[in-house]
């Protein structure tokens, strides 16, 4: 069995920036791609960035410039490094391992 660990959301302003972190135990060897995924308020859930296991990355394009994914497979841990927040990024963050492994979420609110 899988588990996923999140950790880095909370309140921050506009403008500001915010480090997501997800660490993977349990049954695994090695990890050929991890993803972020996000849902807002009244919002279905979506994709915000991917990584895969040779350092190619996938964005959302609301996204794209602003954040940076990242990974260390050693550690089993990927990074969410989000810059110059808008309010419309506020929602809950989730980690996902491939085919079916979520982390519990880390609430993101960007407000001033």
């Known amino acids: 069995q899988v588990q996923l660990v999140e950790s880095g959301g909370g309140l921050v302003q506009p403008g500001g920036s915010l480090r997501l972190s997800c660490t993977a135990s349990g049954r695994i060897r090695i990890i050929y791609y991890m993803a972020w995924y996000r849902q807002g308020p009244g919002k279905q859930r979506e994709l915000v960035a991917g990584i895969t296991i040779n350092g190619s990355t996938t964005y959302s394009d609301s996204v794209l410039g602003r954040f940076t994914i990242s990974g260390d497979n050693a550690k089993k841990t990927v990074y969410l490094q989000m810059n110059s927040l808008k309010p419309e990024d506020t929602a809950v963050y989730y980690c996902?391992?491939?085919?079916?492994?979520w982390g519990q979420g880390t609430q993101v609110t960007v407000s001033s």
């Open positions: 996902y391992l491939p085919p079916s492994s």
